[in-house]
């Protein structure tokens, strides 16, 4: 079945004349992480080998077209394990499920493929480490958010969700010496950097996680739009509402310069008003969009004069995830080149 069709716009963008040359800076990275590109993947090879229906807890990323996209495909998103007739294969998605999810899709006798990105699970091996040494955690995080759900079902005792600088005069925390702080993966790096001042400051003896739990490709997407918004008098994010690392990104470029920024899922939501005076437009999109939507939204801003596209590149990336083990059981003897190991480069000017 072929892929849904990215909407097209009824009246095509104006070619206003605006003061100065019209361009575009086009962010790199940008786009699909190694996560999700995993997640997508593995929906797809467990629908080819397994055929459909194939079952997926929750968006497997928080994208529409993906979703819409996996659906013509025969993928069957749901919210809850109960929902899944007994004996169907069902896929947790890129953020990840807490233990208590697992046991339920092993008592409905599910066969589970956890497509759980590895930096998320890295983050649940942490809280499980810290609260077995009795430690309590400080999550920062938002609130309802699956991948912050998950995190939290691993210590769910021993946890204390920190929403935004703003709650940190109100936390209420066990007496103890022993806290420390972890967070989601795909935060403003910025904002968790003063949530966790504050913490420090309210309680000194607060500890650090071993290593960044805010992913690599969170902090690059948002070194590469600070560097475009720079320049920019407008950026334009491609990436679903739901997205935390995409709706980070319309936030970064207003703090960093950008005069206005706005999230779009398709190119076609991007309004004629927004180009008025603007010379130079940003573009990116956050860590769960594919290329083409941002493709078609630069076939968009051609036609309102915006031709010359200059990219900016602040790392490289060639971090790859191999699929989850049930598929590479499962699926052995098919070719798949995925491995572990890969890194990301920084370039020399990029902030630490
Ligand atoms: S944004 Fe980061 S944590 Fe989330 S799927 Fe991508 S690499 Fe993994």
Same mark, same amino acid.
């Given at each position: 079945?072929?892929?849904?069709?990215?909407?097209?716009?009824?009246?095509?963008?104006?070619?206003? +004349?605006? #003061?100065?040359?019209?361009?575009?800076?086009?962010?790199?990275?940008?786009?699909?992480?190694?996560?999700?590109?995993?997640?997508?993947?593995?929906?797809?090879?467990?629908?080819?080998?397994?055929?459909?229906?194939?079952?997926?807890?929750?968006?497997?990323? @928080?994208?529409?077209?993906?979703?819409?996209?996996?659906?013509?495909?025969?993928?069957? %998103?749901?919210?809850?394990?109960?929902?899944? +007739?007994?004996? *169907?294969?069902?896929? %947790? *998605?890129? @953020?990840?499920?807490?233990?208590?999810?697992?046991?339920?899709?092993?008592?409905?006798?599910?066969?589970?493929?956890?497509?759980?990105?590895?930096?998320? #699970? =890295?983050?649940?091996?942490?809280?499980?480490?810290? *609260?077995?040494?009795?430690?309590?955690?400080?999550?920062?995080?938002?609130?309802?958010?699956?991948?912050?759900?998950?995190?939290?079902? @691993?210590?769910?005792?021993?946890? #204390?969700?920190?929403?935004?600088?703003?709650?940190?005069?109100?936390?209420?925390?066990?007496? #103890?010496?022993?806290?420390?702080?972890?967070? $989601?993966?795909?935060?403003?790096?910025?904002?968790?950097?003063?949530?966790?001042?504050?913490?420090?400051?309210?309680?000194?003896?607060?500890?650090?996680?071993?290593?960044?739990?805010?992913?690599?490709?969170?902090?690059?997407?948002?070194?590469?739009?600070?560097?475009?918004?720079?320049?920019?008098?407008?950026?334009?994010?491609?990436?679903?509402?739901? *997205?935390?690392?995409?709706?980070?990104?319309?936030?970064?470029?207003?703090?960093?310069?950008? =005069?206005?920024?706005?999230?779009?899922?398709?190119?076609?939501?991007?309004?004629?008003?927004?180009?008025?005076?603007?010379?130079?437009?940003?573009?990116?999109?956050?860590?769960?969009?594919?290329?083409?939507?941002?493709? $078609?939204?630069?076939?968009?801003?051609?036609?309102?004069?915006?031709?010359?596209?200059?990219?900016?590149?602040?790392?490289?990336?060639?971090?790859? %995830?191999?699929?989850? =083990?049930?598929?590479?059981?499962?699926?052995?003897? $098919?070719?798949?080149?995925?491995?572990?190991?890969?890194?990301?480069?920084?370039?020399?000017?990029?902030?630490?």
């Amino acid at each position: 079945m072929a892929d849904p069709v990215v909407p097209v716009r009824r009246e095509q963008l104006r070619d206003e +004349p605006v #003061t100065g040359a019209k361009r575009v800076i086009l962010a790199a990275p940008r786009g699909y992480c190694a996560g999700v590109d995993r997640a997508v993947v593995a929906v797809e090879k467990a629908l080819e080998h397994y055929g459909a229906p194939v079952y997926v807890r929750k968006q497997i990323v @928080h994208n529409v077209h993906v979703v819409s996209t996996l659906e013509q495909k025969g993928a069957i %998103f749901v919210d809850e394990v109960d929902e899944v +007739p007994r004996g *169907s294969h069902l896929v %947790f *998605s890129a @953020h990840g499920v807490s233990p208590a999810v697992v046991q339920g899709a092993k008592d409905r006798e599910l066969e589970a493929i956890d497509a759980t990105c590895p930096l998320v #699970t =890295k983050v649940h091996r942490e809280a499980t480490r810290f *609260s077995r040494d009795d430690f309590h955690i400080l999550l920062i995080g938002h609130a309802g958010h699956e991948e912050v759900e998950g995190t939290m079902g @691993h210590a769910p005792e021993r946890t #204390t969700l920190v929403n935004s600088p703003d709650d940190v005069a109100t936390l209420i925390v066990p007496e #103890t010496d022993k806290l420390v702080w972890l967070s $989601q993966t795909t935060l403003s790096v910025d904002e968790t950097m003063e949530t966790v001042r504050l913490l420090r400051a309210r309680f000194p003896h607060l500890q650090d996680p071993p290593s960044d739990d805010i992913c690599y490709a969170t902090q690059n997407r948002q070194v590469a739009v600070r560097k475009v918004a720079e320049d920019a008098d407008l950026v334009i994010v491609v990436g679903s509402s739901n *997205s935390s690392n995409s709706v980070r990104l319309v936030e970064v470029a207003l703090e960093y310069g950008a =005069k206005a920024a706005y999230r779009v899922d398709y190119a076609s939501e991007i309004r004629q008003e927004w180009l008025d005076g603007v010379a130079t437009v940003g573009v990116t999109s956050g860590a769960s969009v594919p290329e083409v939507l941002v493709q $078609q939204v630069l076939a968009d801003l051609a036609f309102a004069g915006y031709r010359d596209v200059d990219q900016v590149v602040t790392a490289e990336e060639d971090l790859m %995830f191999s699929l989850p =083990k049930e598929l590479r059981r499962d699926v052995s003897g $098919q070719p798949d080149a995925r491995g572990l190991g890969g890194r990301t480069r920084k370039l020399d000017w990029q902030t630490p």
